[in-house]
């Protein structure tokens, strides 16, 4: 009878002690913004003159990714080019031309960042108001002087990404 | 679709820049008069080795920092705590702390990106 007690004592003691030893897990979310480089654009030469990331005139769109995990804390800020950062020597001017859309997202809402977007000089402005991905296409072109064309070598021109907190 | 997504978010998952906190706080340092405050930059643009720092008011006029590098070199996937010192007089200008990711020449073929995160002082 009483080893009986001895257990039965034993076996509650051991459930009250489990349930004592229970560990919370507490998480925080704070506000990140992350810029991927999904695609490194390519140019085009679709005629001796010009070079554009279009796949219609043989080259490949930059694509930029942002994440971010709280909404509406950031802003991203897209850029195209409107100079070389290496070419050759080149004795005329370059007219440049581009756009930034928004090429797919992860929530729909994001849909209306397209709409929203403000554009000024080469910069477009989308508020980032939803949390989530938003992938963003940027077209370049540059075209040479008038009728000329471009001397042969390498040429490299970059996009600026920016996501600025609010 | 749900193989598709996973495969994107691998592909893309190796060429990303942070920089935290978004809204960081200045704490009194050891030197007079001179606030610090903490950033933390993560590498995973496995192109990019170097981030420039800097600080800038609400005009994004320049402001007079220190910190230990202002060109960072870091690793890809390396993470980096950034220290930073300002006048505890230009506190009430300072307007955005940013990292800027430094392309070097001929690394990139044709059109690269370059990435900048700024976080907001209030």
């Given amino acids: 009878m009483f080893k009986s007690i001895l257990t039965l004592g034993a076996v509650v003691l051991m459930t009250t002690t489990a349930i004592a030893e229970s560990t919370p897990i507490v998480g925080t979310v704070s506000s990140k913004c992350s810029i991927f480089t999904d695609t490194a654009g390519v140019y085009g030469n679709p005629t001796p003159d010009e070079l554009s990331t279009l796949p219609a005139d043989g080259g490949v769109l930059p694509i930029v990714r942002y994440d971010v995990s709280v909404a509406d804390k950031y802003k991203a800020k897209i850029s195209w080019p409107n100079s070389f950062s290496s070419a050759p020597s080149l004795s005329d001017s370059v007219t440049w031309d581009g756009e930034t859309e928004v090429s797919s997202h992860s929530e729909s809402g994001m849909s209306a960042y397209e709409d929203a977007k403000v554009e000024y000089d080469n910069v477009t402005e989308f508020d980032l108001t939803l949390a989530g991905s938003t992938w963003f296409k940027i077209t370049s072109e540059a075209k040479y002087g008038v009728g000329k064309a471009l001397p042969g070598g390498e040429y490299t021109a970059n996009v600026t990404a920016e996501c600025i907190a609010n | ?122």
């Fill in chain 2, 1 to 122: 679709m749900r193989y598709f997504i996973i495969a994107l978010l691998c592909a893309s998952a190796v060429h990303a820049h942070e920089f935290t906190p978004t809204y960081p706080k200045f704490d009194s340092s050891y030197v007079d008069n001179v606030v610090t405050t903490k950033m933390k930059l993560f590498n995973r643009r496995k192109e990019i080795s170097y981030y420039e720092i800097g600080v800038f008011d609400n005009e994004w006029n320049p402001i007079t920092f220190a910190t230990e590098n202002r060109i960072v070199n870091i690793e890809y996937l390396g993470t980096k705590s950034i220290d930073i010192y300002i006048k505890n007089s230009d506190l009430s200008r300072i307007g955005y702390i940013c990292s800027v990711s430094k392309i070097i020449k001929g690394t990139v073929k044709s059109s690269g990106v370059k990435s900048k995160i700024c976080s907001r002082v209030k």
